[in-house]
């Protein structure tokens, strides 16, 4: 069966860097896009961008370009987000999500990870 | 502030319906499928409605999905206590060089 498994928890302080991890199992890594949603505490869902693991080529939503690097190890079937400059505002539960179809243009999400909770406190 | 527009709340007694509105524009929902996703407390969001109107294995037909132009609703047919949730729209938008597009969440509550 396809799951999603996220690296855990973190704390970081503000100016900092995070780096979340993925890792994909039960399906061809390489056919299908993940994408990463954030969801900060008490708030809704935010898109952050879409990475293609067999390409390894990246769409980043317009608020977080320049911030956020999205990265693949196909040797592992792991993908990564990495959030630089952290502040207060980042303090979110990150998931990472795949489409239940091998389309990039999609908002279908037919599997989610469990979610990595960031913390960014000083 | 979110793409997509839906109701803070909505609220029913077990038994009623209940129907969630979320409004958007061309470059979203009227060019695109709209996707619904229901989230318990502390889980992260599962996919209820695909593709305007379509149910994953596994969800009850109670939850019904439709779409109209730039407007999209979900259905709770036979409200149940375990229906209370956060229920949330998503469809992809082809602006700004592509984006998913959420609503903010409409906070379900059974009475």
């Known amino acids: 069966q396809v799951q999603l498994v996220q690296s855990g928890a973190e704390v970081k302080k503000p100016g900092a860097s995070v780096k979340v991890s993925c890792k994909a199992s039960g399906y061809t890594f390489n056919s299908y896009f993940i994408h990463w949603v954030r969801q900060a505490p008490g708030q809704g869902l935010e898109w952050m961008g879409i990475?293609?693991?067999?390409?390894?080529?990246?769409v980043y939503a317009q608020k977080f370009l320049g911030r956020v690097i999205m990265t693949r190890d196909t040797s592992t079937s792991t993908v990564y987000m990495e959030v630089n400059s952290l502040s207060s505002e980042d303090t979110a539960v990150y998931y990472c999500a795949r489409p239940g179809t091998a389309v990039a243009a999609t908002s279908q999400f037919s599997y989610w990870g469990q979610g990595t909770l960031v913390t960014v406190s000083s | 502030q979110s793409v997509l527009t839906q109701p803070p709340s909505a609220s029913g007694t077990p038994g009623q319906r209940v129907t969630i509105s979320c409004s958007g524009s061309?470059?979203?929902?009227?060019?695109?499928?709209v996707n619904w996703y229901q989230q318990l407390p502390g889980t992260a969001p599962k996919l209820l409605i695909y593709n305007n109107w379509q149910r994953p294995s596994g969800v009850p037909d109670r939850f019904s999905g439709s779409k109209s132009g730039t407007s999209a609703s979900l259905a709770i047919s036979g409200l149940q206590s375990e229906d209370e949730a956060d229920y949330y729209c998503?469809?992809?938008?082809?602006?700004?060089?592509?984006?998913?597009?959420f609503g903010g969440g409409t906070k379900v509550t059974v009475l």
């Open positions: 998503a469809a992809w938008d082809d602006s700004l060089n592509g984006h998913v597009a």
């Open positions: 061309r470059s979203n929902i009227g060019s695109n499928t």
């Open positions: 990475i293609n693991p067999s390409a390894g080529s990246t």
